[in-house]
Structure formats: C-alpha cells, structure tokens
C-alpha cells in the first residue's frame, strides 16, 4: 500500500465526504429549524436522482444544465411536505413528537414505492453525461472528474448555504427557530418561514442529487444508505449547527474511505458507527451542537 | 395528585380489562377453527406476533416514551439466538427462546446505557443507528451465515422443538400464548410502581427526577423488559417462518412495523397494540399479496398512505374510538 493509493483513497473520501455534508446540511436545517427529524431526507435525494435520469433521457440535457431546474424542484418539494404534512402534524395535539416521526416514514416508504411503480427497481445509471468516465490526475492521484465536480459544487452549494444564514431571511430563521409564537408578533410569517426553511433542506438535497447521479447508481431504495449517514453525520457535527455538518461530513468520507482501505469494503460503514458511538459515550451533543 | 376514591375506580377498570382480556382470550382460541382457509389463518398468526411484539415496544416506547427505532436488533438477537442454538446445539427452542429473550433483553441494557443520556429524536436516531450497525455486522458475520441466513432443519413433529408438518394451526396457538402473555405482562406492569414512573418520565423526565422517580433506572427497567420480549418474538418468528436472514430480521422496515401497531392503536395504551396489529399487519399483508406481487411498489404507496393517514387522523390512536382512556399522560383520549 503506497502512500499515493492513501492519498487517493483519502482525497476520493473527502470528496464524497462534501456530498455528506451537503445532504446532512439539509436536515440539520430542517431540525434546528423546528425540532422535526425528516426521515424522508433521503428519498427526497433519490427523487432528485430519478428526475434528473429522466430529464436527461427524455430531453438529453446534461445533469450540469439541470442543476438550477432540480434544485428548484426539490424546493418546491419540500416546501409542498411542510404545507401538506409537516404543518399538520405539528397542529396535531397528541403525541406530536411522535407523529412527526411516523409521517415522514409513511412518506418514504410511500415515495419509494412511487418510484419502484414508476421506474422499477433496475438500477439506473447515466453514462453519457459531460462529466462521465473522465479522470483528473494531480500528480500520481487520478480521480473521476464526476467526483471532483461534485464535491466542488457541494462546497459552492455549502457556501451558499452559510450566505443564506447572514440574510435577513436567515435572521428570521434564527428568530423562529427561538422563539416560534414571538415572531408572529413582529410580522414573520411563521408557516411561511418554514416552508422555505424545508424547500431549501430540499434544494440541497436537490443539488447533492444531481452530482451524485453523474458518477452512482439510481434505484427506489439508493436514498436509504445516504439517509442513514446524514443522520450520523448530524450527531456527530451537532444538531443544527451547518459548520459542525461540513466538517463532519468530511470527517464521516475520510473515515468511510479508510476503513474499506483496510477492512473488507462491504464493512467500511463500520468506521463510520464506531465514531459515531464513540461521540454518544462522550459528547452525547455532537462537536459543533448546543444542548 | 390521585382524588380520594379514584383507586378503586382504577381497580375496578384494571379487573375489567382482566375480564376483557380473558374473553378475547377465548375468542382467539376459538377463531381459526370456523376458518378453513391457510392463508387467512397464516395472516393471523402473524397479526397476532405483531400485536405481541408491539406490546414489547410500547412498554419502553409508550408507557416510558422512549421512541426506539431500533427494536428489529432484538428482535433478530432473539431470532439468531434461538435459531443458532437449536441447529448447532440442538436446543429445543421453547428452552432457546428464553436464552433469545434474555440476551436482548441484555442487549437492549447495553443499548440503553449510552442512548438514555439522549432524548426525543436523539434517542430515536441512535437507535436506529445502532440496528442498522448490528444488519451490517450480521450480514458480514460468517460464524452466522452472514448474508445467506440460516435455514431451521425440520426433524420432526414437536411441541418443544416448535416444529411441525403443518404448522399454521399449531402456530396460531403459540402465536396467541405468547401475545396473551406480552399483554399480561403490560397490564402488570402498567399497574405497578414502574408503571407509574415510566408515565412521569415520559411526561416531564425533570419534573419526575424533582419527585425522586429514578429516572435511568426506570428506563433501564423498561428497555430490558421491553427487549425480552421482542426477542422472544423473533425466536417464535424463526421457528414459524423456518427461514432467518439479516434484513428480514434486524431490518429497518421491521423496527417501523413493530413500532407502527402501538403507534396506530394508541401509545402507551394497553389495547393499543392489538388494535393497531389488527388493522396494520391485515391491510399490509393482503396489500402485498393482491397489489405488490409483481414487485410493483403500489404495496408499499398503500402501506405508506395508510402510516400517515391513521397517524394525522387520530394521533391518539385507534383505541380513542372505542372510547378507552389513555393511561399514558393521563390525557382523555376520547376528547379529541
């Protein structure tokens, strides 16, 4: 093992490491946003995927083009969850905790049928976009462009997520996030402050989606596995904190690369569960989280 | 905080529940006998697992509410347990299901000690960390057949090797045994000293540590009976089915179900569970068999319609219906 596959195995990590944060942005958003858990945060990715092998298939634009279009999407997705659910099961007056939990699992399990309906359960894959089977080499480390890209417009999409938290708008995040009867008396519109909350979770879903289909395979249940690390990757940076989901992001990439580097790879999440036990044994709040 | 008086009303209500109990009891023991049909009465074997099961969840995520999205790991230690013992040692399950039990019920201590420092959806989500660690271990794991499974021999016609020829009708008794004795176990409990902890700790843990309740402990308690019995379910499951392998055992979609009868019936309620089982594990099951056959998903949009439905159009759950008080909270189900 020469210091060059390290390197490449650790950079390749890293890069997929951005795309973690980027989806666990979304759901950190959404939960230090109203204390909801969206266990449906991974199908919205799998439907990002689906939309953009159908757009490219039906009218051959390149999943880059369609970046703008499915994030818009994937806003309007998330908002249209907040109207049509969230909001209903945060009026619920018995166990609402609960049924939040259980309404965004009826969801996935609905939007993966959906897809299994629509798509069947083949795995799909797009082959022949402009980033597609091409490398970068930097010295001896040769990565798939695909992946560089990716976790560059992850970054970009990061940065703009951190710019949205300093609007005025981001301001009234935060005040409703505090305090959610008080904005009302200062004219911030609460369920309108929510459902933009949860279409920009969904936005960023939405983009994260369209990178990943450029280099991975699309099926009904591809958000699981993706849904699963958001969750870690949000306890582990800390829920709410958007810095604690990026570096946490890349922490969990790193780690997940390295360990299919010296273990069995169908074992590599493995690293990835031992930290995050290890973080619940002794910063139960995450690195970044307030308690 | 109780009204002089109301303990004999409470006493009253809890031998009713026992007389109600006892009824339905004959009733079950009755019901397949007019139904000649395999699969229908296969449908309810497996509605009365789930109710079973559901009954386990709902003492640590009812009563003590503790949401755990991770109960498909007892259920599977249960499973493996009962399972591995009986085809490479050839203990009788009926002894094996105990050793299941009590391993995951041990399992579950062990899960409780870091996770119980959590709360809300921290706690759900370790939890659900934690079983799907556990899927990926065991299909990794060759000592248990890793992602193959195991296949329970079949030797011979046996009460104590829960195995039989025929095993629908027979099973529907071991089935109903164990859910009578998962809801009997609720009922006790719900009217003991823990029970009356776990609902202060489910409604304010800060207000309930204030008045002495012991909150760790109670919780500990709680997961640990909790988990004994859904790994005794997964021993049942093992001998029923004949077949165990990770996903169907320790799979995420199998928490949500154990989970989702409680849920749809009412949480921390005693009728709950076999009201939520009843309506869940049919709708479900025969959702499957007519629609998703072909692999076409229009099973799982159904079962997933259904989730968000029953848990939007009656929060409280389905027992409110009938008009049955919620001895979780304390609130007044019906009023709603």
């Given at each position: 093992m020469t210091a060059a596959i390290v390197l490449q195995v650790a950079i390749g990590g890293l890069l997929m490491g951005l795309i973690y944060a980027l989806v666990a942005a979304g759901l950190s958003l959404i939960f230090g946003l109203?204390?909801?858990?969206?266990?449906a945060h991974g199908e919205l990715l799998m439907l990002a995927m689906y939309a953009t092998f159908t757009i490219h298939q039906a009218l051959g634009l390149d999943p880059l083009v369609q970046l703008p279009l499915i994030a818009l999407l994937l806003f309007g997705a998330g908002a249209a969850i907040y109207r049509g659910l969230i909001a209903r099961s945060l009026a619920v007056r018995f166990n609402t905790g609960m049924v939040q939990v259980f309404v965004t699992f009826g969801l996935s399990i609905f939007l993966v049928g959906a897809a299994q309906l629509v798509f069947g359960s083949d795995f799909r894959a797009?082959?022949?976009?402009?980033?597609?089977n091409r490398t970068v080499a930097i010295g001896q480390v040769v990565l798939p462009l695909a992946q560089v890209a990716a976790g560059l417009i992850c970054l970009l999409a990061f940065a703009a997520l951190v710019l949205i938290s300093r609007t005025e708008f981001g301001r009234a995040l935060e005040a409703t996030r505090e305090d959610r009867e008080a904005v009302a008396l200062i004219g911030i519109d609460r369920d309108k402050v929510f459902s933009v909350g949860w279409g920009i979770g969904g936005a960023a879903v939405g983009i994260a989606g369209v990178m990943l289909s450029n280099f991975y395979y699309i099926s009904p249940t591809v958000g699981s596995n993706f849904a699963l690390i958001a969750y870690v990757t949000v306890a582990l940076g800390g829920f709410g904190s958007l810095p604690g989901a990026l570096i946490a992001g890349v922490l969990v990439g790193l780690v997940e690369a390295l360990t299919a580097l010296v273990m069995d790879p169908s074992l590599k999440q493995v690293g990835i569960f031992a930290i995050y036990v290890l973080v619940l044994m002794f910063r139960p709040r995450g690195l970044f989280g307030r308690l | 905080m109780r009204r002089p008086g109301t303990s004999n009303v409470i006493i009253r209500r809890r031998r009713r529940e026992l007389v109600v109990g006892a009824i339905l009891l004959v009733l079950f023991v009755l019901l397949?006998?007019?139904?000649?049909n395999t699969y229908l009465r296969g449908l309810i074997v497996l509605t009365l697992l789930y109710a079973g099961l559901s009954q386990g969840w709902n003492i640590l995520?009812?009563?003590?509410?503790?949401?755990?999205?991770?109960?498909a790991l007892y259920f599977g230690i249960g499973a493996y347990t009962s399972a591995m013992l009986f085809t490479v040692?050839?203990?009788?399950p009926t002894l094996g299901m105990f050793a299941g039990g009590i391993l995951a019920g041990l399992a579950a201590l062990l899960v409780g000690?870091?996770?119980?420092r959590l709360s809300g959806h921290y706690y759900a989500i370790a939890t659900l960390v934690v079983g799907m660690t556990a899927l990926l271990l065991v299909q990794n794991w060759?000592?248990?057949?890793a992602a193959m499974g195991i296949t329970i021999p079949f030797r011979a016609d046996s009460w104590s090797d829960l195995?039989?020829?025929?095993?629908v009708l027979p099973f529907h008794y071991v089935m109903l045994a164990y859910a009578a004795v998962a809801w009997l176990i609720a009922w006790v409990v719900e009217g003991s000293r823990w029970g009356f902890y776990w609902r202060a700790v489910k409604d304010d843990a800060t207000a309930a540590r204030s008045l002495a309740v012991r909150v760790f402990p109670s919780k500990m308690a709680a997961a640990a009976i909790s988990g004994f019995i859904t790994g005794v379910g997964g021993a049942l499951y093992s001998q029923y089915v004949g077949f165990i392998d990770p996903d169907s055992t320790l799979g995420l979609s199998l928490s949500v179900l154990i989970a989702l009868p409680a849920v749809v019936g009412?949480?921390?309620?005693?009728w709950g569970p076999l009201l939520g089982a009843a309506v869940l594990i049919p709708v479900q099951q025969l959702s499957i068999a007519w629609l998703g056959s072909a692999g076409n998903g229009i099973d799982l949009m159904i079962y997933g319609m259904l989730i968000i439905a029953l848990a939007l159009a009656r929060p409280q759950g389905l027992v409110s219906l009938l008009g049955v008080r919620s001895q979780a909270g304390g609130e007044v189900a019906e009023s709603a």
């Open positions: 109203m204390d909801v858990v969206n266990f797009i082959s022949d976009g402009v980033l597609s | 397949p006998l007019p139904i000649g995520g009812g009563y003590c509410g503790q949401i755990s999205l991770g109960h040692l050839g203990v009788p000690w870091p996770c119980f060759d000592f248990v057949n195995e039989f020829r025929v095993a009412g949480v921390g309620t005693l």
